[in-house]
């Protein structure tokens, strides 16, 4: 995992080791075979959105088209080095007979993901369901020129809540609607939106999901729980067995009508990741990702939890506990961070402190830890469409 030449690549040709992202303030590893992976993999595929009035006849036709060289082309916008791409890399190669892939790194300038998206013109994208609302806005503006070819087209999203908001700006972008998929590293695949009432499924052939209160007892239907004990019934090799996280969720009273056999869950109310919003020299504010400091972090290796906190506008704290004390951990700390913000072209206007804590607090009211804490939107954001807040 440490050495980045080895992303997406199996080892000793049968494991995939997988980096969670430390939302929790802690990473793990967790392993996967190719059995797994296989299954895995052939869920995401099986369960992609299909546009209203697509036959089996209609699918079938598409399929076999891939054999003559019409390929799907997917845009895979993500964090780099991140878990979606790794996933990606390790499909099996017979996989490239149906699909052509462009990879994109989340953090290019938006003018050039734009520009690369207009020369790859995309059958399908999958990326952070945030990122949704900025290509739909660049549509909207006439920047972005994409227009999905039917009917294999679609549009998948996760690692944060999916809004309204961002939904109805891909409607009326591209008359498309974005499918929510819900999942971990430790489990990889949890739940997928209804393609027909957009209700969030439980995938419970892959997993178990027990929504439990704080003392780890079952909560009623209807009720949202403020942990989730996951059993992960696809990875054999690592067991993942009523395995916790923070995530706040429930199972819903109401089936869904469409038909499907999984259970129907209430909106996620997981985790979501603040912008930070820093003041321009010539006046306003834009808009940086903290995913810029998560990824470099992964690799700090004596690091045990971190929080990062905009203590005023131009100001950011960085709270860390070490794995062990001493070291040099506050200088590696330092230079991952100045790093970032010098490829933001943010270091000579961002005041950085760093303070060795023994723990990171809680949120008293949710009890998670609160790795990103913003000052939140300046009460006068310009909301128009300005690529400098990207």
């Not at 056999?261 to 109310?269: A, E, R």
Request: glycine share 6%; charged share 20%.
């Amino acid at each position: 995992i440490a050495n980045k030449s080895n992303y997406g690549k199996l080892y000793r040709g049968k494991f995939l080791p997988i980096l969670t992202s430390g939302s929790s303030g802690e990473y793990a590893i967790v392993v996967y075979d190719r059995q797994a992976l296989r299954i895995i993999q052939a869920s995401l595929f099986a369960r992609h959105p299909l546009l209203k009035g697509r036959s089996a006849r209609d699918q079938i036709r598409k399929i076999l088209s891939r054999f003559s060289g019409a390929r799907m082309r997917a845009a895979i916008i993500a964090v780099p080095q991140g878990n979606l791409g790794c996933m990606v890399k390790s499909a099996p190669a017979f996989h490239r007979l149906f699909t052509k892939i462009k990879m994109i790194s989340l953090f290019d300038p938006i003018d050039q993901i734009v520009a690369t998206l207009n020369n790859f013109q995309p059958t399908c994208i999958l990326s952070n369901s945030f990122f949704y609302g900025l290509l739909a806005q660049e549509q909207l503006a006439g920047h972005l020129q994409i227009s999905f070819r039917r009917p294999m087209a679609f549009m998948a999203g996760g690692g944060e809540p999916l809004t309204e908001h961002t939904q109805n700006l891909a409607r009326k972008a591209w008359d498309m609607t974005i499918q929510d998929d819900y999942g971990a590293v430790e489990c990889y695949f949890m739940g997928a939106s209804c393609k027909d009432y957009g209700n969030m499924h439980a995938m419970n052939d892959l997993c178990i999901l027990e929504m439990v209160d704080s003392d780890h007892k079952a909560v009623a239907r209807g009720t949202y729980s403020e942990k989730i004990l996951i059993t992960n019934l696809a990875n054999l090799l690592q067991p993942i067995i009523r395995y916790e996280i923070d995530d706040v969720a429930g199972y819903s009273n109401t089936p869904c009508d469409c038909g499907l056999p999984f259970p129907t869950l209430l909106p996620i109310q997981g985790r979501k990741s603040d912008f930070l919003y820093f003041e321009k020299p010539q006046g306003g504010y834009e808009r940086f990702h903290p995913y810029r400091f998560r990824v470099p972090l992964f690799y700090a290796h004596e690091l045990r939890q971190y929080q990062i906190v905009q203590t005023a506008r131009n100001e950011l704290t960085f709270y860390y506990v070490p794995q062990i004390n001493g070291g040099g951990i506050k200088q590696q700390l330092r230079q991952i961070i100045e790093k970032a913000l010098e490829e933001a072209s943010l270091e000579s206007r961002i005041a950085l402190k760093l303070k060795h804590v023994e723990t990171i607090h809680r949120n008293d009211r949710s009890g998670k830890f609160e790795i990103i804490k913003s000052l939140g939107d300046p009460f006068d954001l310009d909301v128009s469409l300005d690529r400098s807040k990207y």
